[in-house]
């Protein structure tokens, strides 16, 4: 027996203990300490066995301390991490991010010596904004984003990478995995990652379509579990951001009659009717229409519902999603009409399938469809909102019984948004590709090959029904006192059937095509990575001479030696459909490098420093999006028109302009020096500085060549400009028990100046754009206003004070300008090149903070150094002409007598050329700070739910672009316009995880 119980023992002590030993249980979580599932691990040099982390990030698995533990979630992250003991947790941060360059060729910022910016899905999903880039505002160093259209079924901002680089115009590549595709198609819940490529490094791999900046958009696969399902359904409520308030009929009466004054006319309003407005009285002989009220409701309302099926099997990975979206719009009164409306209104149904299968044991077959059916519809004369800014409240009533009024001046504007038709536009979309990945180990251990194909189709069919409607034209009846005493209408024009058109207004056949060979070498410590990509792109758009071409030929290497150096380059020959025959292609080098002297050996002693990275690149990028076809041959046409026989004219023939010659691409030499750091576990770092020099600019050569030459004169590839500017971005996360929160923020600042430019002579250096920005204004320079000191008894100006040749008369209250040439009077000699309209500096900054199951997430982003342009009739510039309306921010501001140190000019009704023209006075700084973003959930406790299939519930309420500190005040400083105002939301949403 004691034998027996000796020999149990000695089992036990020799293999169960040290099998025991052998166990070790990690942690997995993102870099906020939030834990990750389905993460797999593997234990380097048993890539059989794979490990999977559950619901709360936890994995056991047979490793000891030092065995290397390669960690990825499909699709979304990967690195490799040593074991330190038994016990450990791992942040996954944010240079494990898995990164698509294009071409299918994946990275981190950890792998990586280049320029590159990331962002996952789950930094994504706490904003709500109907398009996916409105969600990256401050979030990725080097991505700009401003306010572009307003329009609820494209929200698409303008977006820059690292500024401007050229002064004809901003081309920045949108990529949907790895094809270039409309942003406008997507929605936040089927992207996988967001990629920025900012370097030659990541840029020259798309050749002549790469110099403006890159941003690829990576959609969902399944990931490494059975079957999930996810549900959401989001309610909202959008509210105009700023309508500038414009003066009620009293006040406009006064201000037209103080205009009047000031002018030396009769004034329109007797003080009798002005009591009248002032009291209420007589709205049926004095109008009052506030039309902002009458054309604008309070609210837009807006549905979106998601359903998410995703997993894996033994052999195959399947990801689908749907989405229904709905927006009813902000305009008023659109149901006037017995058989339909006006309203705004967007609907759109959406499916997506990404599916991804082993045919064979070396072979994977990845097929994406995409397909959505889009219907929006608008008033038939647009979006345009002016009336309600130009129209007086006292102009004329809405109606008058059922029929429209409207006066000589002005027309009705809410007739002309209710009773002029509508449009609707039918969008359908049908996006699909297919790849194949061949394992190619069995003819050299590390080869592989891949094609793909991909397809994509999207047409715009617009429906139109439009009419015209009769009106009553409103005449006030002046008494002799001036009084109004009757108001007579008379009728004009005829309600008309609604007429139907339909036309194609869009349609964009788009082929995209690549195959690669890849080799993957590792030698010992050296790991190299070697790739061969032909691809070829074909597109054909709406219209004659409008399909293009390119056909990249490239190879790409990566070294990797120890984790320590690596080392990347990039060669492609790049094919534009657009240049020459002969002469179609352009070489686009790059290289960089890093050090992570973090892995040196001699690092260890720097116990709070866990990584430092440095990295260098360099190359040459283009981009010919400003070239046309056939520039470098002379087509003649029709010339002049003259009498041969008779008294019919005949056309006769005349040259064309002269044949561009050296036509090029613009180029661009991109450098770039960063650095990546991380302290303390919970602190990071990004720094990067880039140098950037733009050739070949296309200009036309007539502006530098004299009209002598007596025919038009080619287009030349000389212009050149310079952009340079650093990025800093700084990360903190932490956790004190139960409360947990992380603070990220970025600082951009990016400027340009031109170098070389065809232009007309000036005769001053201040009237040249050399050296100066591409953004920057161009404009006289404002110095005052004339004040009653300044003019002789008689009326003129006192001598020695500057004129102005575009008017002659002038008087107090009236726009004083430099003269910068001393020549002692203002024109157009006193032009000069202003500030810059783009911002220079562009910041953000994300909070997230969680306890428990409640969290809150806010983002606010801003921009510094920035100028914008208040050029607006009636807002600003009001009355002149006698055909415009006066806001209060302006009658705040002008100048009287008793008001000297006024900002605006005085009234006027009649037309001035010197007070109403571009100049500094109608600048504005356009800094601002913003609320992009706010959330509140909270994960309602799973063990609620433990007799129903739910595993996750969270309820949220949000809020996008809630608040504005500017310096404006009266408008969004990003949305200086009389189109659809821009809105802030409000939103209440739940999602749903089975």
């Known amino acids: 027996m004691k034998k027996n119980i000796l020999f149990i023992l000695f089992i036990f002590i020799t293999q169960v203990l040290p099998a025991q030993d052998n166990k070790s249980r990690i942690r997995v979580t993102d870099k906020n300490d939030r834990p990750l599932s389905h993460v797999v691990v593997k234990i380097e040099g048993n890539q059989l066995e794979s490990f999977v982390t559950d619901a709360d990030g936890y994995v056991d698995l047979p490793a000891v301390k030092g065995d290397k533990l390669l960690l990825s979630r499909f699709n979304q992250s990967q690195t490799t991490v040593e074991l330190t003991?038994?016990?450990?947790?791992?942040?996954?941060?944010?240079?494990?991010?898995?990164?698509?360059?294009?071409?299918?060729?994946?990275?981190?910022?950890?792998?990586?010596?280049?320029?590159?910016?990331?962002?996952?899905?789950?930094?994504?999903?706490?904003?709500?904004?109907?398009?996916?880039?409105?969600?990256?505002?401050?979030?990725?160093?080097?991505?700009?984003?401003?306010?572009?259209?307003?329009?609820?079924?494209?929200?698409?901002?303008?977006?820059?990478?690292?500024?401007?680089?050229?002064?004809?115009?901003?081309?920045?590549?949108?990529?949907?995995?790895?094809?270039?595709?409309?942003?406008?198609?997507?929605?936040?819940?089927?992207?996988?990652?967001?990629?920025?490529?900012?370097?030659?490094?990541?840029?020259?791999?798309?050749?002549?379509?790469?110099?403006?900046?890159?941003?690829?958009?990576?959609?969902?696969?399944?990931?490494?579990?059975?079957?999930?399902?996810?549900?959401?359904?989001?309610?909202?409520?959008?509210?105009?951001?700023?309508?500038?308030?414009?003066?009620?009929?009293?006040?406009?009466?006064?201000?037209?009659?103080?205009?009047?004054?000031?002018?030396?006319?009769?004034?329109?309003?007797?003080?009798?009717?002005?009591?009248?407005?002032?009291?209420?009285?007589?709205?049926?002989?004095?109008?009052?229409?506030?039309?902002?009220?009458?054309?604008?409701?309070?609210?837009?309302?807006?549905?979106?519902?998601?359903?998410?099926?995703?997993?894996?099997?033994?052999?195959s990975r399947y990801y689908v999603y749907t989405n229904y979206t709905s927006h009813y719009g902000l305009l008023n009164n659109t149901d006037l009409n017995k058989d339909y409306s006006t309203q705004v209104t967007q609907h759109s149904l959406k499916v997506r399938s990404n599916l991804e299968t082993y045919i064979t044991p070396t072979t994977v077959a990845r097929m994406n469809v995409m397909g959505r059916l889009m219907q929006y519809q608008q008033p038939a004369t647009g979006l345009w909102l002016d009336g309600i800014y130009n129209v007086p409240s006292a102009a004329f009533p809405v109606r008058n019984g059922n029929e429209w009024v409207q006066n000589q001046m002005f027309a009705n504007p809410l007739a002309n948004k209710t009773a002029r038709g509508y449009n609707v536009v039918l969008q359908r979309s049908l996006l699909g590709d297919i790849?194949?990945?061949?394992?190619?180990?069995?003819?050299?251990?590390?080869?592989?090959?891949?094609?793909?194909?991909?397809?994509?189709?999207?047409?715009?069919?617009?429906?139109?029904?439009?009419?015209?409607?009769?009106?009553?034209?409103?005449?006030?009846?002046?008494?002799?006192?001036?009084?109004?005493?009757?108001?007579?209408?008379?009728?004009?024009?005829?309600?008309?059937?609604?007429?139907?058109?339909?036309?194609?207004?869009?349609?964009?056949?788009r082929t995209t095509f690549w195959s690669k060979i890849a080799y993957n070498k590792n030698i010992g410590k050296h790991q190299f990575e070697v790739s061969g990509i032909y691809g070829q792109i074909y597109a054909r758009y709406a219209g004659a001479n409008n399909s293009y071409m390119y056909r990249d030929y490239l190879a790409h290497l990566n070294y990797n030696y120890d984790n320590r150096y690596l080392l990347q380059g990039v060669l492609n020959i790049s094919g534009s459909g657009k240049l020459p025959k002969n002469d179609k292609y352009r070489i686009y080098p790059a290289l960089s490098a890093a050090w992570v002297l973090s892995n040196e050996d001699f690092f260890g002693s720097w116990s709070n420093l866990d990584y430092l990275k440095l990295r260098v690149s360099s190359g040459v990028t283009g981009m010919d999006r400003n070239l046309s076809y056939d520039m470098d041959k002379q087509f003649n046409g029709v010339g002049l028109s003259y009498i041969f026989v008779g008294n019919k004219m005949q056309n006769g023939l005349g040259e064309g302009a002269l044949g561009s010659y050296l036509i090029e691409p613009e180029k661009e030499l991109k450098n770039n020096i960063g650095l990546d750091m991380r302290l303390f576990k919970n602190l990071t770092i990004g720094l990067d500085a880039f140098y950037n020099h733009r050739k070949n600019i296309r200009e036309a050569s007539s502006s530098s060549i004299s009209n002598v030459i007596g025919i038009g004169m080619t287009d030349i590839s000389t212009g050149e400009v310079k952009n340079m500017g650093a990025e800093v971005s700084v990360g903190w996360s932490g956790k004190v028990n139960h409360f947990s929160y992380a603070v990220n923020s970025q600082v951009a600042f990016q400027k340009n100046e031109i170098v070389s430019i065809s232009e007309e002579y000036v005769p001053y250096g201040y009237m040249s754009r050399k050296g100066k920005s591409v953004n920057a204004l161009y404009g006289l320079i404002y110095d005052g206003l004339y004040q009653e000191s300044d003019f002789q008894e008689g009326g003129m100006l006192k001598e020695g004070l500057v004129s102005s040749a575009f008017m002659q008369n002038l008087q107090p209250g009236d726009v004083k300008y430099k003269d910068l040439n001393d020549d002692g009077i203002i024109n157009e000699y006193d032009y000069s090149y202003l500030t810059n309209s783009l911002p220079e500096i562009y910041f953000g900054t994300n909070i997230q903070m969680a306890y428990k199951e409640w969290s809150l997430f806010m983002?606010?982003?801003?921009?510094?150094?920035?100028?914008?342009?208040?050029?607006?009739?009636?807002?600003?510039?009001?009355?002149?002409?006698?055909?415009?309306?006066?806001?209060?921010?302006?009658?705040?501001?002008?100048?009287?007598?008793?008001?000297?140190?006024?900002?605006?000019?005085?009234?006027?009704?009649?037309?001035?050329?010197?007070?109403?023209?571009?100049?500094?006075?109608w600048t504005e700084k356009g800094d601002f700070l913003k609320l992009r973003d706010m959330e509140l959930s909270y994960n309602i406790p799973a063990r609620l739910f433990s007799n129903v299939a739910i595993s996750e519930c969270r309820v949220y309420i949000s809020g996008t672009d809630l608040f504005s500190l500017d310096y404006l005040g009266i408008m969004d400083p990003e949305h200086i316009s009389m189109y659809y105002p821009t809105t802030r939301s409000f939103s209440l949403g739940v999602n749903l995880v089975f």
């Open 85 to 315: 003991d038994h016990e450990a947790t791992i942040r996954l941060q944010d240079n494990y991010l898995l990164l698509d360059l294009g071409y299918d060729i994946k990275t981190t910022n950890e792998e990586s010596a280049a320029a590159i910016g990331g962002i996952s899905s789950e930094e994504l999903e706490s904003s709500h904004s109907r398009n996916v880039l409105k969600q990256l505002y401050g979030r990725i160093p080097g991505l700009l984003l401003y306010q572009g259209d307003t329009s609820p079924w494209n929200l698409t901002p303008d977006f820059y990478v690292r500024g401007r680089g050229s002064f004809s115009g901003n081309h920045t590549l949108i990529l949907v995995d790895g094809v270039e595709r409309d942003v406008t198609l997507l929605n936040s819940n089927e992207i996988e990652s967001v990629v920025v490529m900012k370097d030659a490094a990541s840029l020259s791999l798309h050749g002549n379509r790469g110099a403006d900046g890159i941003i690829n958009f990576i959609t969902k696969r399944g990931g490494d579990h059975g079957m999930q399902i996810k549900t959401g359904y989001r309610a909202s409520i959008d509210q105009a951001f700023r309508i500038p308030d414009m003066a009620n009929a009293y006040v406009y009466s006064s201000a037209l009659n103080e205009a009047l004054r000031n002018d030396n006319l009769p004034q329109r309003y007797s003080e009798n009717d002005l009591i009248s407005m002032y009291n209420g009285e007589k709205k049926n002989l004095l109008p009052d229409v506030d039309w902002q009220a009458e054309m604008l409701r309070k609210n837009a309302y807006s549905n979106v519902a998601d359903l998410e099926l995703n997993g894996s099997t033994q052999r």
């Open 435 to 509: 790849t194949i990945d061949q394992n190619l180990d069995m003819l050299l251990p590390g080869l592989s090959a891949q094609i793909r194909l991909a397809y994509d189709n999207s047409a715009d069919i617009t429906d139109s029904k439009s009419k015209e409607y009769a009106y009553l034209q409103f005449l006030p009846v002046r008494g002799a006192a001036g009084n109004v005493e009757e108001n007579t209408f008379t009728r004009y024009g005829n309600d008309t059937e609604l007429f139907f058109s339909s036309w194609l207004s869009n349609q964009v056949m």
């Open 859 to 921: 983002n606010f982003q801003g921009v510094g150094k920035s100028t914008i342009t208040t050029e607006l009739e009636s807002i600003y510039w009001p009355l002149y002409g006698n055909n415009k309306n006066v806001s209060v921010h302006y009658l705040r501001n002008r100048w009287t007598s008793d008001t000297p140190d006024a900002k605006y000019p005085r009234l006027t009704t009649l037309p001035n050329e010197n007070n109403f023209r571009s100049s500094t006075l």
